[in-house]
């Protein structure tokens, strides 16, 4: 069974650019979360979703958004990229809405220049 | 709002060594999870052991074991027998039962050396 993937893998964007990174979780796996990871720190949460609708939200500005597909997978946007934005996003999945443990993909790497 | 602390930027254990990693949490709450996760540099997050705070038994995964003390709110990783294939970042986390939401620690930065 494939894991949760994650594209792209590493992305370079100019300040002020628009950027969209993409999760397939895990097969049967309805909730998917993102995180934030910037260098030196742990990871910070951004959303959960399930079963297509917003189940949390951390503290990030209205520049970063995100859904969820009919498939379950994900997209998140981030608007007006700063340079603060350069960080590894990390995806993880799900089986349930509230569970035990994640699984998570091996991260988009974006850095903003 | 809670919150999870690792005091231990950087460790190191020489192969077949036992290690112990530290980690203390703040929270007002009395149900809830913890949770060690490896990052390798492959970058993908890897659940290590997870115990849940209504189970007094620390919990336990092959050479991964816990000491889970809720009074003190002090979650440590013991790793025995290490191997080179530990080296790692090495996060704790927290969850509220009625979330999804991880909160991290900082990490600690494990090297095995031969």
């Known amino acids: 069974d494939a894991g949760v993937t994650q594209s792209p893998t590493h992305l370079i964007k100019t300040r002020g650019q628009h950027v969209t990174l993409r999760c397939s979780p895990i097969s049967g796996h309805k909730s998917v979360s993102w995180y934030q ?4 720190q742990g990871p910070q949460f951004i959303f959960q979703y399930y079963e297509k609708e ?19 997978s994900s997209e998140l946007n ?18 349930v809405g509230y569970t035990f443990g994640y699984t998570f993909g091996s991260g988009t790497r974006l ?3 | 709002a809670q919150t999870v602390t690792q005091s231990q930027p950087e460790m190191s254990v020489q192969e077949a060594e036992t290690v112990t990693l530290s980690c203390t949490y703040d929270t ?10 490896k990052q390798p540099p492959s970058r993908q997050m890897i ?5 849940e705070a209504y189970k007094q038994q620390n919990a336990t995964e092959n050479r991964f074991s816990v000491n889970f003390q809720k009074a003190a709110k002090s979650f440590s990783l013991k790793i025995s027998d290490s191997q080179l294939g530990d080296t790692a ?12 939401k991880l909160i991290f620690g900082t ?6 050396f031969p």
């Open chain 2, 47 to 51: 659940l290590v052991i997870r115990q």
């Open chain 2, 89 to 100: 970042m090495y996060f704790c986390a927290f969850r509220r039962p009625v979330t999804d």
């Open chain 1, 54 to 72: 917003e189940r949390g939200r951390g503290n990030f500005p209205d520049r970063f958004s995100a859904r969820q597909f009919p498939n379950y």
């Open chain 1, 37 to 40: 990871q910037v260098l030196g």
């Open chain 2, 107 to 112: 990490g600690t930065r494990l090297q095995v």
């Open chain 1, 111 to 113: 850095t903003v220049v």
């Open chain 1, 78 to 95: 981030v608007n007006a990229l700063l340079l603060g934005d350069s960080a590894l996003y990390l995806c993880a999945s799900s089986s």
């Open chain 2, 28 to 37: 007002s709450e009395n149900n809830y999870y913890l949770f060690w996760y």
